[in-house]
């Protein structure tokens, strides 16, 4: 075990030493807004910067290029790790905040979950919102990612964590020549859509700190607010109008938007099965749900239903988790769907969890292909997605992938209904922490948290958060022994 932990950790303490840096941004809102938390932010950096110099230095001796499988090794520690460093400032500035509750709250953030446990958001300092908000961003398209294009400042190659990193059909694309670059290039995306999304939220009304806040929450889909009332607090049809472009923008593929940008052209999306299946089914999805209400009478018009459920449904479905309105006590058909739609509904290379698109594609191309298998038992029809042939390959681990996912779900599930919690409540939190989606129904709805659960539950959804992000397959390679055998 150790041989394959030592260069591991190794490129671990140069990792830990560059995420002190995010630490600068908090530094810089303590001093604007003097909140009081400027030690507690530069302790931290120092901490995690120390911490990462001791790791790195101590296994200086072990360094080698990484072996494939050492990736998802990588991945998942780095993920736990971050996590838990970025808890100290949460722990040093409010009062009686357990370990289990910080680290829930921080994994939330880097997996762009969204959900909380916390309560009184909007009397929190500013550095601390903006804390929470920025592991949002940073999480939102991936620590490895980010390091990948520092990686060779570190001397260890970085494609096999990108591939570790990434998923679906499109994973082994290159939009750059090198991988360093390719991971530059999707910042650089990530970036400017960020800086649109802030101008934007300004123009339309929130304070800068809001703005910032909500646009790093938005375009990491992590769900993440400024008030205990999310997006509710503002009651801006505007601000609602401008977040629903930006989730629906960042649940798209960032390499069908660099390709669009590069080509200057819109063709790209076009060209994207994923995208349009994704924006057909969320279209399809609201205006459904928003008869669904009116007729059921939750809403005194369509319009005012449309505008309920087109926000709260694009974020759910999205796996953003902001909400605007109580739907857990809406017709339960209406918030059942949008979690199912959380599973389902993102690109692959979004920001979004769950199972992706394209997976969902090619699932229902295999399922038609076996029916039509029925009727003429000698048909030879190959699996495409569009134009794209897909491999069988790729088509039998998309089946163990969903399989997996589903044995997740139902095994989590019954961990938190035998620990006490009630069924619905259970398997929402479990589908929404899996999907990074944030809020589920009951006492983890949109007008709770979870704050109510205890430190055994509260594990066990962070354990869901992390295994979604990773996409399940990273992390339960872990623990095959033909993983840790030479």
Not at 91 to 112: H, K, P, R
Not at 260 to 288: C, I
Request: proline share 3%; net charge neutral; aromatic share 12%.
């Amino acid at each position: 075990m150790f041989y394959r932990l030592l260069p591991v950790s190794h490129v671990l303490g140069g990792m830990l030493m560059f995420f002190s840096i995010t630490y600068l941004m908090p530094i810089a809102s303590a001093i604007i807004y003097d909140d009081g938390t400027l030690i507690d932010f530069v302790d931290a950096m120092l901490i995690s910067l120390a911490a990462g110099f001791v790791l790195w230095f101590g296994t200086r001796r072990h360094k080698r290029e990484l072996k494939p499988r050492d990736g998802f090794l990588l991945v998942t520690l780095a993920w736990i790790l971050m996590a838990a460093i970025a808890t100290l400032p949460l722990m040093m500035v409010i009062d009686d905040l357990s370990f289990t509750d910080a680290f829930f709250e921080t994994m939330s953030g880097l997996t762009t979950t969204g959900a909380t446990v916390l309560s009184g958001l909007d009397k929190l300092p500013p550095s601390i919102n903006l804390w929470r908000h920025e592991l949002n961003w940073v999480g939102g398209m991936g620590i490895i990612v980010l390091a990948v294009a520092i990686l060779p400042l570190l001397g260890v190659g970085g494609m096999q964590l990108y591939k570790a990193e990434t998923t679906g059909v499109m994973k082994d694309s290159k939009l750059t020549a090198r991988i360093a670059d390719t991971a530059k290039a999707l910042w650089l995306v990530y970036f400017g859509i960020t800086v649109a999304c802030i101008l934007s939220l300004k123009v339309v009304g929130m304070n800068w700190l809001d703005a910032i806040c909500h646009a790093f929450a938005a375009m990491g889909l992590g769900g993440f607010s400024t008030y205990d009332d999310s997006v509710g607090h503002f009651d801006s049809p505007a601000i609602e109008a401008v977040l629903i472009f930006f989730m629906m923008v960042a649940g798209m593929n960032f390499a069908t938007h660099f390709v669009a940008w590069r080509g200057r052209s819109l063709r790209a999306y076009w060209m994207d099965m994923e995208a349009k299946a994704f924006v057909a089914l969320t279209l399809v999805s609201t205006l459904v749900c928003t008869l669904y209400l009116t007729v059921m009478g939750t809403y005194p018009s369509f319009l005012t239903a449309l505008r309920h459920v087109a926000f709260n449904l694009v974020s759910i479905a999205t796996d953003c988790g902001f909400a605007s309105q109580d739907y857990d006590k809406w017709p339960i058909f209406v918030p059942l769907w949008m979690l199912f739609l959380s599973c389902v509904s993102v690109s692959s290379g979004s920001t979004g969890g769950g199972i992706k698109m394209i997976r969902t594609l090619i699932l229902a191309q295999q399922g038609l292909i076996e029916l039509k298998r029925l009727v003429h038992p000698q048909l030879v029809a190959p699996l495409r997605v569009g134009d794209t042939a897909i491999p069988q390959q790729i088509a039998g681990a998309v089946l163990g992938f969903i399989f997996l996912y589903i044995l997740a779900v139902g095994e989590l599930t019954f961990f938190l209904v035998a620990s006490g919690l009630d069924f619905t409540s259970s398997i929402s939190a479990i589908v929404a922490c899996i999907n990074n989606a944030g809020p589920g129904l009951n006492v983890v709805g949109p007008a709770q948290n979870y704050g109510v659960l205890t430190d055994f539950q509260t594990w066990v959804c962070t354990f869901a958060m992390l295994l979604g992000r990773l996409e399940v397959l990273s992390v339960f390679v872990l623990f095959t022994p033909a993983f840790w055998r030479r």
